[in-house]
Every structure is written in C-alpha cells, then in structure tokens.
C-alpha cells in the first residue's frame, strides 16, 4: 500500500514538472512611448490577443513595456511584431527569466508594480 501511494506521489509531481510552464519576461523601449495609463491599458489589449502573453506592465519613467509571456506559446518577436502591427515600434532591451531581468530592470512606483527591493 505504501509503495503504491509513493509510486503514485512520484507520478503525479513528474507529471506537474512536465506541466510547468517556463514564464519569460520581454523588456521593450516603445516608439511612441507608453507615457500613461491610457497607453499602458491600449497596448495591453492589444498584446492579449497574441498567444501566452500573460501580463503586462509599463514602466513610465524608463519609458518601457514589461511582458509575461509563456515561452511555449510565443516568443519576443511575435511579441514586437504585434506591437508593431498596433502602431508601437519596439526594441528589445532585455528577454529572460523573471529572476534575470528583475537584475536588469528598475521598476518604478508609476507602473503600478511592485518597487523592486536591494
């Protein structure tokens, strides 16, 4: 009974692992500059329609757009061609796991995200 309940454990948590999605986040600088909330709310909507985007940020003194993604979905440049498609030409600035770009990125108190702590 035992071994069947660990074998059992044991399938269930290899299977959650095969499941795990691998979140990106892609830091673009867009032209025209996402300045407020009314830009930050149009380029969201537009991005929601591109596959596994999950969240998406401005940083308004940096003059950048953070996006969650789900690397098995989309990638950066599906990401900067939707933007594009929308009107907003944007360069990469950063693309990689959340851990690695939080060291690259400030975040500021005007995006409505988190300040990030040192």
Excluded: H, W
């Amino acid at each position: 009974m035992k071994k069947t309940l660990t074998l059992m454990a044991v399938a269930l948590l290899m299977c959650a692992t095969t499941m795990a999605k691998e979140l990106k986040i892609l830091v673009v600088k867009t032209s025209p500059a996402v300045q407020n909330v009314e830009g930050q709310t149009k380029v969201r909507d537009y991005l929601r329609l591109t596959a596994g985007v999950k969240k998406v940020e401005a940083n308004f003194s940096a003059q950048q757009v953070l996006v969650t993604y789900d690397a098995d979905k989309t990638d950066a440049k599906k990401i900067v061609a939707a933007l594009k498609k929308n009107g907003y030409e944007a360069s990469v600035v950063s693309d990689g796991a959340p851990s690695e770009v939080q060291k690259q990125v400030p975040v500021d108190g005007t995006s409505g995200a988190s300040k990030q702590k040192k």
